[in-house]
Each structure stands twice: as C-alpha cells, then as structure tokens.
C-alpha cells in the first residue's frame, strides 16, 4: 500500500498550471508526480475562449504587469507549440457613439503593440470595411474598424503536451486519480489517492502543490482537512458553436453596449466560436453547463453584428467552464482581477505547501517559473528557467511553417486529404509522421470511425495520451465530436470499451 519513493514536488490537478509546473520542475531535475481526478483538462482548461492574449480589457483595469507579461508571452507560445499555437487577427468593428470611444481603443491597441516585444506578430491597423471581406457578414452599422494580432490556441491540447512531456522528463504522471488525503506526517506530505478501479495509494513528497483550478478551495477544506477556505471566486464562461458564419480567417472583436466584450472565431473548420458570458457561480465546478439565459444572451448579442441572425438552432455544441479567479473582493465579475497569485505556506520544519490561485492559459509558462522560484527557495534551487526557448512534443519546428510541415506530411502520405493532414499537423505537428507510422493508404489508418478519425489515431491517443473514453478523445485531444455522428462515437465508446476489458483481462 506505501510507496517507497520520495517525491521531491506533488501537484494535485492536471490543468494548464498543474501540468505546467510539472513539465518545468521535472526538466529541472525534481522529482514529480501528479495527479489529476479525471482526464487532462476535463476542467477549465478545455473550456476557455482560447485565445493567447494580453487581455485588450484588463487594461481598463490597469492590470499593466499581468498584460505585458501575457502579451510577451504570445510569441514564446507559439514558438514553443507553433502546432496548436496560431496567430489571428481580431477585427474590432468601431461604431460611433460605442461604450468606448475611439481615442481610447486606439489608445490601448497602441499599448498592445508596445508593450509586449512583438517581433512575428503584425501590429494593429485601422481599415474601412466597406471594401473589405471582413465587413460582409456584419451589418452595415460599421463604417471602420481596428485589425490587431493576438494568439489562438487549441486549450485541452497544450495541457496533454505538458503532461507528455513532464512524463517524458521522468514524471509520474496519473490521471483517472483522485487525492483524497493529504496531511503532514514525519517532516514529510502523506498524500492518498484512489484511482478509477478503487485502489488507493499512498505517496510521500517533500513539497505539495495545490493547483486544483475551481476545486482549490475544496482541495483546502476537503483534502486537506482545513475547514472553509474563500480564495477564489467562481465565474462562469460559456460558448456557443454554430455553422460558419463567415469564411474570412479573422475572428471578430465586439463591444456589447452592457461594457462586455465578445467573440465570434473561426473554429475546426467549419464553425465559428462565439463567447463567452462572465456569472458569479456557486457549485461544483464539474457541474456546469451553459443556461438558457446565457444561450438567450449569446445569440442575442451575436445577432446584433451579423446580418444574418444567431439561433438556438443554428447551435452544433455548447461548452461552459469556471474561472477560478483570485479574490479580490471586486464587485462585478468582470473586474476580479485576472492575474495570478501564488502563495506558499510552510512553518518551522514542516514541508511547504503552494497554493495556485487564478491564471491564464497564456500565462501558464510565467506561472509555472514564478513557482518553481518558491519551490527552489523552499527545497533548495535545481535548474534554470528552461522552457522559454523550449518545445512541446511535436512543436519542432518554426513558428511560420506550419504549411510547409502539412506539404511535407502530405508528399510523404499523398493519400491524405488535405483538411485532414491539416487537422493532423495542428493537433500533433512533427509528431503527426510517427502516428502514421507505415501507412500506406486509407486501409493502412484501420478502422473509420467517422470525420477524419482513424484507428492509428485513437491508437496513438489511448497509448500515448492517456485518452481512456470516447470523449476524451471527441472532444479533448481532437475536436472530432463536431464531425461524428451520435452512432459513430457510440461505436467508437464500445470499441474502446472492449480495448480497455482486453487490457485488464491481459
Ligand atoms: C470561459 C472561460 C474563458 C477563458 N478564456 C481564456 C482565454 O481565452 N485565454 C486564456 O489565457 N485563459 C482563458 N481562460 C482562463 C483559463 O482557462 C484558466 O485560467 C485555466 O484553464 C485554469 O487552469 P487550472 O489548471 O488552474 O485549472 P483547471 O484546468 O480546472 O485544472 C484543475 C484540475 O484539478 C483537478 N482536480 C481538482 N481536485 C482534484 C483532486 N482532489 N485530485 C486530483 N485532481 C483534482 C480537476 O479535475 C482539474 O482538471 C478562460 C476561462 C474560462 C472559464
């Protein structure tokens, strides 16, 4: 039942800062494990905007230092992961009479393009949409409009790459397991977790890290046996997915006369991605799921841009997630701040604990270097700060050529269509040759399972990327849940059924 290792760092939660600092303390020679209780990102970090940006808005709220180190961050990330990292460019339709005036748009996309070492990115311009394709799907109330750059990235997918290559780096990396217990016992962390078979094991490390995301309170009261703790503050974000409604590849930036922005993306393909909404939340994280009222206020301000309407119908999915904001005791939800606070609580001789409050996706790198300094001051410093500069697995390669890598994955498998060798470059990159493997034809993929989802692929998935259900894989590792039928991820939920049975029985 004891394991006999011991771990230098224990981090509960496999999101974006838990398996970010996993990646880093393990490639600074720690020794790590990490626990997530159900799949890789099944919390917030598959449910955000997915944009990697400095936060145009957060500078209403003078959050300079969060800002420049996300805008800084953009160019870092893609490099880093230039796969399912992308730039975009925002168009932000300016109408007279707005909740901003001009000046200041101006104003704050002037201090976007300087304040953040912008080298690849294009800097904003202001253009007429009356000539331009970006203008044809709105409604004739714009007259002009701002184009400014930030990032895209693919959320659930960035969080597997640094569990992979944490693991790689030698971390114990478990998903599908819960931490029950954790309490402090003979100058060390005695941490308790049961797996989805039931088992429990007990692990001893010499520093705990709470990055549970929305659960880092309950961790505290539950896990950890405190009583109440009020840190965070929950804020719900939903999003809507429809058909296309535009083909040109911007995304779209509005003002909502209510002060709140929104967004409509290009997303996979074929649909556009438009959010998100800002409500306090009470509740289990892992229970949330967009309102009617949300759904009711999406299509309604969307339809306000678009010539042509946003319906309830026209909805192909939805997803909602929850913020874990710091509190800070702001008023509305869309002014608790957005930056992160780490705070580290160890007494005398007792192993220390870090506690992650709030953070961005974009902000994960910088987050996870600014805990690994309070982990070095706590443990006694190993490393360097190594991952600016570094690549996620499948992300060698420069950052303005990712259509060269889908002509080369294409003249080395030429009976790959071309939407597929792109979907599989964006979500895999240089690895995409190694899922292939010997291929020589669709017949050598195996079995279909529907849109572009092959036998090689879901192979790849459960062997590699601990994917264990048809979900994780449809709607976390690839976003083949919008191309599949309800038949076809059932027949894909039972072939993995039976793979998991011959697994045991084996
Ligand atoms: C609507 C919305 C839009 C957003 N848009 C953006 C954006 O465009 N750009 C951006 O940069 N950021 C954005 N964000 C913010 C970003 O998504 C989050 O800050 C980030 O994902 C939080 O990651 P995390 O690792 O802290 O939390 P999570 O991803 O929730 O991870 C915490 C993990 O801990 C696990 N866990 C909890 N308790 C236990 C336990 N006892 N044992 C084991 N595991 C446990 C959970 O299962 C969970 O997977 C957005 C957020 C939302 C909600």
Redesign the pocket.
């Known amino acids: 039942m004891s394991g006999e290792t011991v771990h230098d760092l224990f981090v509960?939660?496999?999101?974006?800062?838990?398996c970010g600092i996993a990646r880093d303390a393990a490639g600074r020679g720690y020794g790590v494990a990490l626990?997530?209780?159900?799949d890789f990102?099944?919390?917030?970090?598959s449910?955000?905007?997915?944009?990697?940006?400095g936060g145009l808005r957060y500078l209403e709220h003078y959050e300079f230092r969060l800002v420049r180190e996300a805008l800084m961050e953009r160019e870092v990330l893609w490099a880093m992961a230039p796969h399912v990292i992308r730039p975009m460019r925002f168009v932000l339709p300016f109408q007279k009479g707005g909740v901003r005036p001009a000046w200041l748009v101006r104003l704050g996309l002037f201090l976007y393009d300087h304040l953040g070492g912008r080298k690849l990115l294009p800097a904003t311009r202001t253009f007429d949409l009356g000539g331009d394709p970006a203008g044809r799907p709105l409604k004739p109330l714009f007259r002009k409009a701002f184009e400014y750059s930030d990032g895209w990235v693919d959320?659930a997918r960035l969080v597997v790459l640094n569990a992979r290559d944490a693991a790689g780096r030698g971390a114990l990396i478990l998903s599908r397991?819960?931490?029950v217990a954790a309490r402090r016992q003979d100058g060390l962390w005695r941490i308790e977790t049961r797996n989805a078979a039931g088992e429990r094991t007990v692990h001893r490390a010499r520093m705990l890290v709470n990055?549970?995301?929305?659960?880092v309170d309950?961790?505290l009261s539950g896990?950890l046996g405190r009583g109440d703790a009020h840190h965070v503050r929950l804020v719900q974000?939903?999003?809507i997915v429809v058909r296309r409604k535009f083909a040109d590849p911007r995304a779209y930036f509005f003002q909502n006369p209510d002060g709140r922005i929104m967004f409509a993306i290009p997303y996979e393909q074929d649909f556009t991605l438009i959010?998100?909404t800002d409500r306090d939340y009470e509740g289990d994280p892992g229970a949330v799921a967009i309102t009617d009222g949300e759904i009711d206020y999406l299509c309604a301000a969307a339809s306000d841009y678009f010539a042509e309407p946003v319906r309830r119908e026209d909805i192909v999915w939805t997803y909602s997630?929850?913020?874990?904001l710091f509190d800070d005791g702001a008023s509305k939800a869309q002014e608790a701040t957005r930056d992160y606070v780490l705070k580290v609580e160890a007494g005398d001789g007792e192993p220390p604990l870090l506690n992650?409050f709030?953070?961005?996706?974009?902000?994960y790198r910088r987050l996870a270097e600014h805990a690994l300094e309070k982990i070095g001051a706590a443990l006694g410093a190993k490393g360097r700060p190594w991952t600016a500069g570094s690549h996620l697995p499948g992300g060698d390669f420069a950052p303005q050529a990712f259509d060269a890598e889908v002509t080369a994955l294409r003249l080395r498998y030429p009976f790959l269509g071309q939407r597929h060798a792109e979907r599989l470059v964006r979500c895999y990159g240089t690895d995409a040759a190694a899922l292939l493997g010997t291929a020589r034809d669709a017949a050598g993929l195996g079995r279909h399972f529907g849109g572009t989802l092959y036998e090689v692929e879901v192979r790849w998935l459960v062997e590699r990327e601990w994917a264990v259900t048809a979900e994780d894989i449809l709607w976390r590792r690839t976003k083949q849940g919008l191309s599949l039928t309800r038949e076809e991820a059932q027949a894909l939920e039972v072939c993995l059924e039976g793979t998991r049975a011959s697994l045991k029985a084996g």
């Open positions: 509960i939660g496999g999101g974006i800062n838990g626990a997530e209780m159900n990102a099944s919390g917030t970090s449910a955000a905007t997915k944009l990697i940006h959320d397991t819960r931490v990055a549970a995301g929305p659960w309950g961790v896990v974000g939903s999003h959010g998100t997630g929850v913020r874990p992650v709030g953070g961005k996706l974009t902000t």
